[in-house]
């Protein structure tokens, strides 16, 4: 396997990465040689990418269109996500209502040399959430414990209500204030995007409120800075959308928003060559993180455990049965969402449980 460095030139893998390790192992490894030899200092400070979005730019969907910018292997790209609430100055009159009830997404980027069949590996940086207030909605229809047409009910949709949340950046707090009562709360920012996605395969477009095997709405609060996320390319230049900046959600998102925020992201591209998992992945020093996406949420958990037991099994050398008894004694779950299409499950093992990586 190769791996394409960000003068778009091949590297190849390092001794250590022999055999046709993992997404996570080569880039690791990778990232860790270019640092060494002061290629990834210089990658920082004199390849970036920006791009500004606007309302009339956003997109609602994952899959072919038009990108807004190229972005080179290795190099650092700096753009925004917005989110719509009553005045979205810039997104024609007959999106206005999709605006409201979607999430804005920022791209596509092409990735330079990304093909079907590599990995794109997303390294998040920096998150900044922009401005001073966030937002937080109960819908009707939507919601983990709401009446949907997923699950109907006969009793009356819960009413729409809103919720405005203060955002501190110098104690980085959120405020929660209680609508019925003088009650409010801290709530400490943990930003992250909760969309992140590259075009689904066969031409395939999908709404932004989806989360699927190419990313996409997965709310997932490993997508935040010190993570890595790995995604299999579907067509030339992974075609990367970002969006719905998040400055905090609790576990399962249960009312179906966060604290909504519009997001400064700063993300650093890495293309795997002949390579690609399943369903996303996330990885960082302690812990090797799989997701599972689907519904019902028994199934999510099924597909997240699968991919964590090849994981372990290809890149570590534990047979399937010895993965799978491990994970059953140390593993933890992360429910992230389950209110979206698909719900989004994500195993994790710390890294302390397990062997030596293969050579």
């Known amino acids: 396997m190769k791996f394409l460095d960000f003068d778009g030139e091949w590297m190849g893998a390092a001794s250590a990465l022999r055999g046709g390790r993992s997404v ?53 790209l700096e753009t925004d996500t917005l989110n719509c609430t009553e005045h979205c100055a810039g997104i024609p009159a007959d999106k206005l209502e999709l605006a409201r ?27 900044r959430v922009n401005g001073t207030q966030g937002e937080g909605e ?8 709401n009446s949907t047409h997923y699950t109907p009910m006969l009793n009356p949709d819960l009413p729409r209500h809103s919720w405005a949340y203060a955002i501190h950046q110098e104690s980085g707090t959120a405020t929660y204030q209680a609508h019925d ?18 075009a689904p395969a066969l031409g395939e477009t999908r709404s932004s409120l989806v989360p699927a095997e190419f990313g996409g709405n997965m709310d997932a609060s490993e997508s935040s800075v010190g993570n890595t996320l790995y995604l299999a390319v ?64 028994d199934d999510s958990l099924r ?38 299409p698909n719900y989004v499950v994500v195993a994790k093992i710390d890294k302390k449980f397990l062997p030596l990586k293969k050579l």
């Open 138 to 145: 109960i819908a009707p229809g939507f919601g983990a414990i």
């Open 303 to 340: 597909i997240a455990f699968t991919e964590l037991v090849h994981w372990m099994h290809n890149d570590y050398g534990l047979s399937e049965m010895d993965a799978y008894e491990l994970l059953s004694k140390v593993a933890t779950v992360h429910v992230a969402e389950m209110v979206d």
């Open 24 to 76: 996570a192992l080569l880039v690791m490894a990778i990232v860790a040689s270019l640092g060494a030899s002061g290629a990834l200092a210089q990658e920082a400070t004199g390849h970036v990418v920006k791009y500004a979005p606007t309302y009339a730019t956003v997109k609602f969907d994952f899959g072919p269109a038009e990108p807004v910018g190229r972005v080179a292997a290795g190099e650092i």
């Open 234 to 297: 579907n067509v030339p230049g992974a075609l990367v959308y970002v969006g719905d900046g998040h400055a905090a959600m609790g576990d399962g998102e249960i009312g179906g928003t966060a604290i909504e925020v519009p997001m400064h992201a700063r993300l650093r591209f890495h293309v795997i060559k002949g390579t690609a998992s399943a369903w996303p992945r996330w990885e960082n020093q302690n812990e090797l993180m799989a997701a599972g996406i689907y519904r019902p949420l």
């Open 181 to 198: 009562s003088n009650f409010s709360v801290q709530i400490p920012l943990r930003p992250f995007l909760g969309c992140v996605g590259v």
């Open 101 to 127: 009830n979607s999430n804005l997404l920022t791209g596509p980027f092409f990735i330079e040399g990304a093909e079907p069949g590599d990995t794109l590996a997303i390294e998040f940086l920096e998150l």
